[in-house]
């Protein structure tokens, strides 16, 4: 199911992504890309918390994500704020693995890609 989901997202980053902008105007799939950075934050620490031995994979694919979008001034700190939610949030509440935190992972992942998915079809070029 990851497999998928980072090949959707990897398309998402190729397809989806929007030249820079003289101004910082918020693109119409905003709250779409801060809901996925925030579900790569959480992903980054549950499965760190549950012994997946990724490293930083999750947080490289936020940083690829950001690359690929260019986002300046409030959009890039709306982006970054929205990976920090995801992380901390599940840092407050999980301090080891639990049957909840490999349901949320399994949860976040699918929605990711139905993020991803939507994304693609609504805005790839």
Excluded at 36 to 62: D, P, Q, T, V
Aim: charged fraction near 20%.
């Amino acid at each position: 199911m990851s497999t998928r989901f980072l090949a959707i997202f990897a398309l998402i980053l190729a397809c989806a992504s929007v030249p820079a902008r003289a101004q910082d105007v918020a693109a119409p799939f905003d709250a779409d890309l801060q809901r996925l950075a925030e579900i790569l934050g959480g992903l980054h620490y549950l499965r760190g918390i549950c012994g997946s031995n990724e490293g930083n994979k999750w947080r490289s694919e936020m940083q690829a994500l950001i690359d690929a979008e260019t986002p300046s001034g409030e959009r890039r700190t709306r982006m970054i704020a929205g990976f920090n939610r995801g992380y901390n949030g599940f840092q407050q509440t999980y301090r080891s693995c639990t049957p909840a935190a490999t349901v949320a992972i399994r949860r976040y992942i699918e929605e990711g890609s139905k993020i991803s998915r939507d994304l693609t079809a609504r805005y790839a070029n």
